[in-house]
């Protein structure tokens, strides 16, 4: 599923056009989406009263259980306007729907109705609606001056739904994305249904970015390779194996684990610019780890120096333990605010707190049995020398021999 999100994410970024009374995206070729924001909606914005219509249009394969366009930068509180095919033979069912968090949209939000044009011909589904209340939409007002209007796509690959019933229970999605719309380049006109014809197609200077579907599941495979298997791989080895040349494995396996974490980096960065989200918890806190972990490799060259030098545990070897631990832990938790935050499943969320948990219960593990080897030995060693320094004492007041 993810691969294929990849894939139309990079299509999409390529095919926004204007077509003739119409701003058009299309995430492959056939599958687009199209607005039109009429003259008399434009001045209602201008004076703040009047008409808030807007039309748009759905056009997509019937190898499609359901397709869908949101009114959002997030599932949650978006309008949704779902299309699926009607019980009925050549005709379609409009879902006007608003988006929650974690669960199915619910039936209600927009006041949408399908207008002429409307249906199945052929491989193709099309739906034109006419919204009377998207231009005022609580929460995401449509700012007619946008150059960068946010956008939901969405579809369900299967049989045609073939269901009348607007609240009909939708399986959930197999692709989903964002995009979006200029709408300053949005054309107007007073028609009402401005897709009675649209087959003028010309350039249009928007273009959708399609981040959703590429950047958001590479960022999320590279962070969790990183902390999930990489980082803890480097600390199992340094704790659990014993052989030549360990140290210098141990600080590849990490600085190759760095190198992932900052290229995750860049890619959450562009998430987080793309999609205004950067003053969220989750790239706050990630922002926050990865720097951070740019000291790990230096505190570690350090304690190497020093324990060699020594040979024994300095305060560089408590810093460079406590510091990747806390950074490591950090990491681990601020995956599952990633995934809540890019709206992912819950049996995804679900994975990902088992895996990441075993991880961290079994690192924790390897640190108590260390820490209770280190104490038996340090045990011994002090049994070692106080009964070396008994015989001392002994020695010491036991005198010469007597004689008889």
């Known amino acids: 599923m993810r691969f294929q999100s990849v894939a139309l994410g990079a299509i999409s970024c390529l095919v926004t056009t204007s077509v003739a009374d119409s701003l058009r995206h299309c995430i492959t070729d056939d599958l687009c989406y199209s607005i039109n924001i009429p003259d008399s909606t434009r001045t209602a914005d201008a004076s703040a009263n009047g008409s808030s219509d807007i039309y748009l249009r759905l056009e997509g394969p019937t190898t499609k259980e359901w397709i869908a366009l949101g009114q959002g930068r997030e599932m949650q509180d978006a309008w949704m306007f779902i299309v699926y095919a009607d019980a009925q033979e050549g005709n379609v069912t409009l879902s006007p729907r608003h988006g929650i968090r974690y669960k199915e949209p619910e039936v209600g939000g927009p006041e949408a109705i399908l207008l002429d044009g409307s249906g199945m011909v052929g491989d193709n589904i099309t739906a034109?609606?006419?919204?009377?209340?998207?231009?005022?939409?609580?929460?995401?007002?449509?700012?007619?001056?946008?150059?960068?209007?946010?956008?939901?796509?969405?579809?369900?690959?299967?049989?045609?739904?073939?269901?009348?019933?607007?609240?009909?229970?939708?399986?959930?999605?197999?692709a989903k994305g964002t995009f979006s719309f200029d709408l300053t380049q949005v054309p107007g006109g007073t028609s009402l249904n401005p897709f009675a014809a649209d087959d003028k197609v010309v350039a249009s200077k928007d273009g959708g970015d399609g981040y959703d579907s590429a950047a958001i599941p590479l960022h999320g495979t590279i962070m969790s390779l990183v902390f999930v298997v990489s980082f803890p791989l480097g600390v199992f080895l340094i704790r659990l194996c014993s052989f030549r040349g360990l140290v210098w494995v141990h600080a590849g396996v990490q600085l190759l684990a760095l190198l992932g974490a900052l290229i995750g980096l860049a890619l959450g960065i562009y998430i987080g610019n793309k999609s205004s989200k950067l003053s969220r918890s989750h790239p706050i806190i990630g922002i926050s780890v990865v720097v951070l972990l740019l000291a790990q490799p230096v505190l570690g060259y350090i304690h190497h120096l020093h324990f060699k030098r020594y040979q024994r545990l300095t305060i560089y070897t408590t810093a460079h333990i406590w510091y990747g631990r806390t950074l490591l832990t950090l990491g681990l938790i601020n995956g599952f605010l990633g995934l809540r935050l890019s709206h992912q499943g819950k049996g995804t969320q679900a994975a990902y707190v088992v895996i990441a948990g075993l991880v961290w219960i079994a690192w924790m593990l390897v640190v108590l049995r260390k820490a209770r080897r280190d104490q038996v030995a340090k045990r011994r060693t002090n049994d070692i020398r106080m009964a070396a320094l008994q015989e001392e004492t002994d020695g010491q007041f036991q005198g010469p021999p007597r004689r008889f």
């Open 128 to 174: 034109n609606i006419r919204c009377s209340n998207c231009a005022k939409k609580p929460k995401w007002d449509l700012d007619l001056n946008s150059t960068r209007s946010d956008w939901l796509w969405a579809f369900k690959n299967g049989e045609p739904l073939k269901s009348a019933d607007e609240a009909v229970t939708l399986q959930k999605h197999d």
